[in-house]
C-alpha cells in the first residue's frame, strides 16, 4: 500500500482496471497524449495504444454518443468530460439514451458506461469551469453516481463504476486533486456503490458531505470540538444512497447538518433533508440543516470563496441547530 494524490489515484485506477478487462477503453478531449488536463490518465495511451486511450475531438455529445455505441458493441468505454460544465452538452445523450437503455430494451442490454469529470470549484478557473452539478445525474433514471473524497475511495469507486453493469458518472473534486494524499491499496482495489462512510464518530450531532465538501466538514468538527461531538458521514455514493448509514447516524446523533457545493434549490441536500423528514423524524430533536453554495451561476474566481460553503459556515449552522 502507497501514498498517493487524489489524482494519482484516479490514475492507478484507470490503469489497473485496462489492465484486468481488454474491452475497457479510455475516450475524451487530451486523455492520450497529453495525459489530460490534470494527468488523470497519463501514461494510458503509451502503455495500452491509442485504440484503448482515445483523443477525441471537442465535442462531448459526440464523445458520449460514441461510446453509447461502444457499449451496444460490447466495450465498457470511461468517458472524461474535461470540466464539469462542459459536460452539458452531452445530457441529451445522458438522459435520452445512456440512462433509458435497460428500460428500452426490457433488461436485455446492460450499459455499463462510466462518465467521470472533474467538478467544483476552489482552483481559481474561469466560467464553465467551476461547477457542482451531480443533482442532473441523481435526478436522471437509469444513471448511479458516485463521488469520491479521498484517494483510496477515487480509486475503489472508480473501479466498482468502471465493473457496474449499469452508467455511473463519477464526480472527481478538482479541490483535492493534489492536496489529498492518502494510502491507496495496491492492485486491485474496489469500493462498492452505495455504501457511505462513517470518516469520525460523534454524539452530538452529524455533518454529512460529499466530495470536497468532506474534509471541509471534518475541520468543522475540529472547530466545534470540545464544545460538540460532530460526527461526519462520507455518502461516497449519491445514487444509490445508503441510507441505513444516513438514518443510523441521525439517530444516533438526533442532528443533522447537511453541506454541499451546489447550489441551494433542489440539491441534493434537500434530497438528503427529505429521506431524513419521512424516515427519520422521530429521532431529530431539531431541524435538518443545509449549507449550500447559492442559487447563481458559479461566479469568476474573485468571488469563489464567498460562494462555496465554509468552516464559518458549518460551524455557525451546527451551533444553532445545537441551540434549538
Known amino acids: 500500500m502507497g501514498e498517493l494524490l487524489l489524482v494519482e489515484a484516479v490514475n492507478d485506477a484507470l490503469h ?9 477503453l479510455v475516450l475524451g478531449e487530451d486523455v492520450g497524449k497529453l495525459g489530460g488536463v490534470f494527468r488523470a490518465t497519463v501514461g494510458l495511451q503509451k502503455r495500452f495504444g491509442a485504440e484503448r486511450c482515445v483523443d477525441t475531438p471537442l465535442a462531448e455529445a459526440g464523445i458520449l454518443g460514441t461510446a ?15 470540466y ?17 437503455y435497460r428500460w428500452r430494451t426490457r433488461g436485455k442490454m446492460s450499459f455499463p458506461l462510466v462518465v467521470r469529470m472533474p467538478y467544483g470549484g476552489g482552483v481559481r478557473a474561469p466560467e464553465l469551469h467551476d461547477d457542482s452539478p451531480e ?23 472508480l473501479a466498482a463504476a468502471i465493473r457496474d453493469p449499469d452508467p455511473v458518472v463519477v464526480l472527481e473534486p478538482k479541490l ?9 491499496p495496491e492492485g486491485e482495489h474496489v469500493v462498492p456503490l452505495g455504501t457511505a462512510h462513517v470518516v469520525r464518530e460523534g454524539s452530538d450531532l452529524t455533518l ?21 461531538s460532530a460526527e461526519v458521514l462520507d455518502l461516497r455514493s449519491l445514487k444509490p444512497l445508503d441510507e441505513d448509514a444516513l438514518l443510523a447516524s441521525a439517530a444516533k446523533t438526533g442532528r443533522v447538518v ?5 447550489p441551494r434549490t433542489c440539491g441534493f441536500a434537500a434530497e438528503v433533508a427529505a429521506i431524513l423528514a ?47
Open 258 to 262: 447537511v453541506v454541499q457545493e451546489a
Open 84 to 100: 464539469d460544465a462542459f459536460s452539458y452538452p452531452a445530457l441529451d445523450q445522458l438522459i435520452n439514451h445512456v440512462g433509458r
Open 16 to 24: 489497473v482496471e485496462l489492465e484486468r478487462d481488454p474491452s475497457v
Open 135 to 157: 443533482t442532473y445525474y441523481v435526478h436522471t433514471p437509469g444513471v448511479k453516481v458516485a463521488i469520491p473524497s479521498n484517494p483510496a475511495d477515487a480509486k475503489g469507486l
Open 176 to 184: 483535492i486533486y493534489r492536496t489529498s494524499r492518502g494510502e491507496v
Open 208 to 228: 454529512v458531505a460529499y466530495g470536497a465538501m468532506v474534509p471541509l466538514a471534518e475541520r468543522a468538527a475540529d472547530e466545534l470540538s470540545p464544545e460538540a
Open 278 to 324: 419521512e424516515k427519520a423524524i422521530y429521532d431529530l430533536h431539531g431541524p435538518v440543516l443545509r449549507v449550500t453554495g447559492y442559487d447563481v451561476p458559479y461566479p469568476y474566481w474573485q468571488l469563489e470563496d464567498a460562494y462555496m460553503p465554509s468552516v464559518e459556515r458549518v460551524v455557525d449552522a451546527a451551533r444553532r441547530l445545537l441551540a434549538s
Open 68 to 82: 453509447v455505441g461502444l457499449c451496444m458493441a460490447g466495450w465498457r468505454p470511461v468517458c472524461e468530460m474535461q
